[in-house]
């Protein structure tokens, strides 16, 4: 082939392969040391019952920084992956206003801590930039492939350490209850029942069942009453809302769990009138008996705080309090512990109102990973101190991929029938 022959967007052709191949390699890199929580192993003050401290080198906003690169790179030299998804125009509009009215508080409000601004605005920012990486990734079946890996690793890690918490003193911190490297517990359970519509994609019901098993297992070594209640959300999520076509396994598949839940509820009545929990604290040293009771300080401590917190709305219903400034009010241990009551505290009733905007704009991603995205954020939002943090960004971009990841494995699937 003569130099006059080789096709003018040759050289481009070859930019592109280099864009895709790197952008897969990097959201590897973020799902091996931001999504297992490695990246955030004793960036907080969590040392308790902990004799030595043990600090991490690599901050998460090292990583940040270099996504933030790519997607000012890949949005003006965008790759063939990138051109074939739809980005949600009307979610990154929700993000950009949600951001401004923000930074608006910071400066016209006394009490808004430019702290947790920093972190609420780092939040909208990097949700479009994993879009844009995800959606620029050129092999995205092997991110799921990892992101499986790594979720099914680190459930059953916790089932070991709800057996043995002293074995790795490191991951049980919070007073020996499982909270791997994330320092908290209910992040730990957050991150593993997020992940389950995800990693059930392109399985076959058996292998489907296996997943689902193990990450309830997961949540459960946490102890995490809210991880409890994302984890079935997410798991009815999975089970009846998938971006492909329906078959009849599928059909199949929903009826067989609807019976074992039914199951599972009759013997769940029968283990509620027995010792069941005295067994399991016998087995475990950690507070099992917070799965069976809201009799106790944590539960009361949240309905204190979401007390206060409406009594702060109160007090500014319009605008609200200022951003961040739950986080730093007088009552020290706690935020509202619910960010919808948290939006009124600090934003208002305007605050709020773009939060339902927001939350509503999901909808414009692809299939029915909105729906996920919703379900995800309205489950966990109403026990989460603080959802509008970097870390769980990443979530609702994998969602977006997922969509397209489960489409395009029906239509090889299709043609390798045909």
Not at 328 to 339: E, G
């Amino acid at each position: 082939m003569t130099a006059q022959s080789i096709p003018a967007d040759h050289g481009r052709a070859r930019a592109v392969d280099v864009i895709g191949s790197l952008a897969t390699l990097l959201s590897l890199v973020v799902l091996v040391v931001l999504y297992s929580g490695a990246a955030y192993f004793r960036q907080s003050a969590t040392e308790i019952n902990l004799g030595r401290v043990v600090t991490n080198p690599v901050h998460p906003r090292y990583l940040y920084l270099a996504i933030l690169i790519f997607t000012l790179f890949a949005v003006f030299q965008p790759n063939g992956a990138l051109r074939r998804k739809k980005i949600p125009g009307q979610f990154l509009w929700a993000c950009a206003i949600f951001a401004i009215f923000m930074t608006a508080q910071v400066f016209m409000q006394a009490q808004s801590d430019f702290f947790w601004f920093s972190y609420h605005l780092e939040f909208m920012v990097m949700i479009p930039c994993y879009i844009v990486l995800l959606g620029s990734a050129s092999n995205p079946e092997l991110i799921f492939k990892v992101l499986r890996w790594i979720v099914v690793f680190e459930s059953l890690f916790y089932g070991f350490l709800f057996v043995e918490p002293r074995a790795f003193p490191l991951f049980t911190p919070y007073f020996g209850r499982v909270s791997g490297m994330w320092g908290n517990p209910n992040v730990a359970a957050i991150f593993i029942a997020a992940s389950v519509p995800l990693i059930a994609i392109g399985l076959k019901p058996s292998r489907r069942a296996f997943v689902y098993m193990i990450t309830l297992l997961g949540v459960l070594a946490t102890l995490s009453r809210g991880g409890l209640v994302i984890w079935t959300v997410m798991f009815i999520l999975s089970l009846f809302f998938r971006s492909r076509t329906a078959t009849a396994a599928d059909r199949a598949e929903r009826t067989l769990y609807l019976a074992g839940g039914g199951l599972a509820a009759l013997v769940g009545t029968v283990l509620a009138n027995i010792n069941v929990m005295g067994w399991l604290a016998s087995v475990s040293t950690g507070k099992v008996t917070r799965l069976s009771t809201t009799r106790d300080f944590s539960t009361s401590e949240r309905l204190y705080v979401l007390k206060l917190g409406w009594s702060k709305f109160m007090e500014n219903p319009i605008f609200g309090n200022g951003v961040g400034y739950t986080m730093r009010w007088d009552y020290a241990s706690a935020s509202t512990h619910n960010m919808f009551l948290l939006v009124l505290a600090e934003q208002g009733a305007i605050g709020f109102l773009i939060l339902m905007f927001w939350i509503l704009s999901f909808l414009s991603f692809p299939g029915v990973s909105g729906i996920w995205a919703i379900g995800f954020f309205c489950s966990s939002g109403i026990f989460s101190h603080n959802m509008f943090e970097g870390e769980y960004a990443i979530i609702f971009a994998l969602y977006f991929l997922g969509a397209y990841a489960e489409k395009d494995l029906e239509a090889r699937q299709a043609l390798a029938a045909a």
